[in-house]
């Protein structure tokens, strides 16, 4: 049984967000195993990291205390998950959104772990009450939602399980805090958890506003970035409401009424049609930054992880 006396992080899945959790905990100066079912994988994973840790070392963005050369020490890669767990403290799950390859990842896990090490996955979306059900850890087990890309951006979604034990939390939340992200707790599982359920309400009014032709797509992201934005990087929208009036209880008699008469006209869920798709795909937004990844680069960069007995054909 694997024991977590030794205290190394253990990261399940050598993808994108994988390769991002594992620069974090190395930037903590935790030692880091990187597991992946294919050897390859965890080479280029590997590679991936050193040549991004390099190049964040020059730019004077590379976080925590140690050289890049320091944190690439701390960091390894394991094909074998049993000896990956061997020594964890902490094991962040970051295989594909699929929740029968999470299930049975969470099955091996559960049986070769101790009762200290915790189990945290990264899923987006999966209910905690799923993804953990039946495990004799559950105590132990927790989602940690990263937002990507997560080395750049700090926030982390804590959701537990009905059964999660209330330490498992404030360790969860305590790690995270030492590895310089911003944890916030949920104190039950919903579904989208927080962060996507706000991202929804404002996708789906965007789309609705391009659809019914009442601005264009480029006009209506200018709203977000030289607008809500602008704010929302600062402050959220309850502390909006308490400073735009006297206090929440002032905000609410003033604009209550009007905010509910908007809110009345905002109709069923879009239906998300490929000819507004199409329209948005007409009208490119101005470039932020490097090119998007080809669609090529993008399986390149998701994980394969299976673990050992499971059956091949996922990415």
């Given amino acids: 049984m694997a024991s977590s006396a030794a205290g190394c992080v253990v990261i399940v899945g050598s993808g994108v967000i994988g390769r991002s959790w594992a620069m974090l905990f190395a930037g903590g100066g935790f030692q880091v195993k990187l597991y992946d079912i294919e050897q390859q994988q965890i080479r280029n994973a590997l590679e991936s990291i050193r040549k991004e840790m390099k190049l964040l070392e020059q730019a004077g963005a590379l976080k925590g205390s140690l050289s890049a ?10 094909p074998n ?36 090490v915790i189990l945290s996955s990264s899923t987006s979306c999966l209910m905690p009450s799923k993804l953990f059900a039946g495990l004799v850890h559950v105590k132990q087990c927790i989602v940690a939602h990263p937002v990507n890309p997560p080395y750049y951006i700090p ?33 039950k599982e919903v579904a989208g958890f927080v962060l996507n359920r706000l991202q929804y309400a404002i996708i789906s009014e965007a789309w609705r506003l391009v659809e019914e032709g009442i601005v264009s797509p480029s006009d209506l992201d200018l709203v977000m970035s030289e607008g809500l934005g602008m704010r929302y990087a600062f402050i959220g929208p309850l502390e909006t409401m308490h400073l735009n009036a006297e206090g929440m209880l002032s905000y609410c008699d003033r604009y ?29 937004a101005p470039p932020r930054g490097p090119a998007p990844a080809t669609p090529a680069e993008q399986r390149d960069s998701m994980n394969t992880t299976r673990g050992p007995e499971l059956e091949p054909g996922l990415s």
Avoid at 69 to 75: K, R, T, V, Y
Avoid at 162 to 185: F, N, S, W, Y
Avoid at 262 to 275: C, D, H, M, N, Q
């Fill in 69 to 78: 050369e320091e944190q690439l020490c701390l960091i390894s890669g394991c």
């Fill in 81 to 116: 998950i049993q000896e990956a767990v061997e020594g964890a403290m902490h094991i962040q799950e970051c295989v594909p959104e699929d929740l029968e390859l999470k299930k049975k990842i969470f099955a091996q896990l559960d049986s070769i772990v101790d009762d200290r």
């Fill in 155 to 187: 926030l982390v979604e804590l959701v537990p399980h009905p059964e999660t034990a209330p330490t498992t939390v404030d360790r969860t939340h305590a790690l995270m805090k030492k590895i310089g992200q911003c944890p916030m707790r949920v104190q």
């Fill in 256 to 284: 209550s009424e009007g905010m509910k008469h908007v809110l009345k006209t905002f109709g069923p869920i879009p239906e998300f049609s490929r000819a507004t798709a199409e329209k948005v795909n007409q009208e490119p």
